[in-house]
């Protein structure tokens, strides 16, 4: 179980390493390019050797890319849905290229068509993606709160999607704070264990890839996506015990999306917290 955080990537991919070491993450998720621009630079290859270098030197990973919030494969606008399948394919490539696992993406939203409108488009897209796509890399789907019509809020929404494009290379991040909001109640020991005997049901814990862990500032399933440091929200530090502590997690790396006791994002004390139940749990790293 490796302890790991969302990390700046301004000045370059090599930059995030050091950010990493700096608060104590073993493992790290980062944009590879501007999250308000469809514009991608291919990164360079010193900065990618020096990349890959230092996460062996300091043992940082399992690593992974977040897409841009823009991408979105229901859309009914084509330019949309070009510019999310070009965009996910540059990360799949460069994700490739650094060594890093995959790439973690939302579903977005269906605009009140409902689920099985945009099924279909959906399956067919991520597919578009996967065709031109490294065989070494990972699409990774995140669960979602459930605000604006998003979907993947409900595994039964998740499964059916990877059962269709039916590719070992798709995999799911489950973000706890959107699961909280949607519904799924992680305060205990029980709650997890439905939680994820409903995720083994639907999806298959095998397809669980990455955690996104994050407390929530809104209240079990008000179906709101807002992030809380560990133990400062709606969830608790119980919470995040129970999680640890299930088997269903034991060997998937974590990545926290906290905004921070100074506002910064992810922080030595957000890790520190998480490091300190791993340890009372006495689980491996």
Known sequence: MRIGAHVSAAGGADKTIPRAV??????????PSSTRSWRFNPIDERVAADFKALALEHEIGPNAFHAVYMVSLPSEDPELVRKSIQSLVSYMNTASDLGVMGVIFHLNSHKGRGFDAVFRQVVENMNRVLDNSPSDTMLIIENSAG???????KFSEIGPILKAVDDKRVGVCLDTQHAFAAGYDLRTPEGVGRTMGEFDAEI??????????????????EGVDRHENIGEGFMGRAAFESVLAAAAFRDVPFYLEVPGYEGGGPDAANVGTLKAIREELAIEA
């Open 22 to 31: 700096e608060i104590g993450a073993e493992a790290i998720q980062f944009f």
């Open 147 to 153: 605000m604006g019509d998003h979907i993947g809020s």
């Open 204 to 221: 298959g814990l095998d397809h669980l890839v990455a955690v996104h862990c994050n407390d929530s500032k809104r209240e079990l399933g």
